[in-house]
């Protein structure tokens, strides 16, 4: 299971430049004027983890198989976008097929890079997106909703279109759906307002470690919870460094950690993911999965007939799987534990399926 962050947001504020940074690469082309990109960019980044390195340490691993994430850089949306204005409404569709929006938002001033907009306003930038988001939903559940497709909708699917319809036109918190419904329904509705979100305040070199004014407003209203701070533009350089450049720069200007660690991290909290391990003397694997998942379905994202057939899972912590040096010393010091189909598997999790074909 590889989860899709797209990344949302005016023209011109460093999604490009996001991705490129996140990706290591410099396919999508960044540039200072408005709607410079036009297609998507898609990029997939295995997803760092030193828990990773350590046990194809231990287990002697041949190989070592991240997990991945994938980014989806899409062009920019201006007011009036659901109607046609600026690159239009085919874009808002790009972002449906995402499965948490990354809102990248300007929080640095420039007088060489062009604004859309008169004057940097991170929460009136966030505004505007949000509203062309809820405006395309308004009209897919108008359509959802007409008599004669409404017989193709579900029950349930019909009551959040309802509610989520009644709290777009009456100014109220979408979000309470989340309170009713459960989230693997609310993301079958493919409403743009619902998707989990994180947002990026872009900011200069000298805001990285704290922040600045427009950082603070914006972290004011929407909460530290889902923000992050973040230079597009420093994180694309520092990628262009060597390994100890690298440290050693990002010791200077006080970053602790590179945006993609930082967004992994929060990605991994909103959509609620946890990372379980195989290792072995072939491969050592990262997995990712649902919170609170089960053995037998931790163990259908390797294989279905795993799922089907599964009897037992060998099971050793991860902390228990370092301390004993691997498969062998933790058996023999009773740290493995033979867990049945109700085991709800814990994040770093070392597991060896035991089925039946
Ligand atoms: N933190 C930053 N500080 C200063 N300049 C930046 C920063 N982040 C990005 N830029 C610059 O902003 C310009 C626009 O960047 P980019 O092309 O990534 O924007 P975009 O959001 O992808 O635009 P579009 O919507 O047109 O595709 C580039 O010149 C880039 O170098
Ligand atoms: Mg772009």
Known sequence: MSFKCGIVGLPNVGKSTLFNALTNSSKAQAANFPFCTIEPNVGVVPVPDERLDKLVEISKSKKKINTTIEFVDIAGLVAGASKGEGLGNKFLSHIREVDAVIHMIRCFDSDDIQNVNPTVDPIRDLEIIET????????????????????????????????ASDCINNSKDIQ????????????QSGLLSLKPKIFVCNVDEASVQNGNKYTQAFIDKYGEK???????????????????????????????????NMLIQKGYNILELDTYFTSGPEETRAWTIQKN??????????????????IRAETIAYEDFIA???????????????E????IVKDGDI???????
């Open 340 to 343: 049945g189909k109700d085991y």
């Open 226 to 260: 889902n923000t992050l701070i973040v230079s597009a533009d420093i994180e694309n350089q520092i990628n262009q460094l060597e390994n100890e450049e690298k440290e050693n720069y990002m010791e200077m200007i006080g970053l602790k950690r590179t945006g993609l």
């Open 324 to 338: 004993n040096d691997g498969w062998v010393n933790s058996k023999t010091n009773g740290k493995m534990r033979l």
């Open 132 to 163: 062309e988001m809820m405006l395309a939903d308004l009209e897919s559940i108008q359509k959802r909703l007409e008599k004669n497709n409404k017989k193709n909708v579900d029950e349930e699917q019909l009551k959040i279109l309802e509610i």
């Open 293 to 310: 998942c089960t053995a037998p379905k931790a163990a259908g994202e390797i294989h279905t007939d795993f799922e089907k057939g599964f």
């Open 351 to 357: 597991l060896n399926f035991r089925f039946n074909t």
């Open 176 to 187: 309470i759906l989340y309170e009713q419904f459960d989230k693997k329904l609310i993301s």
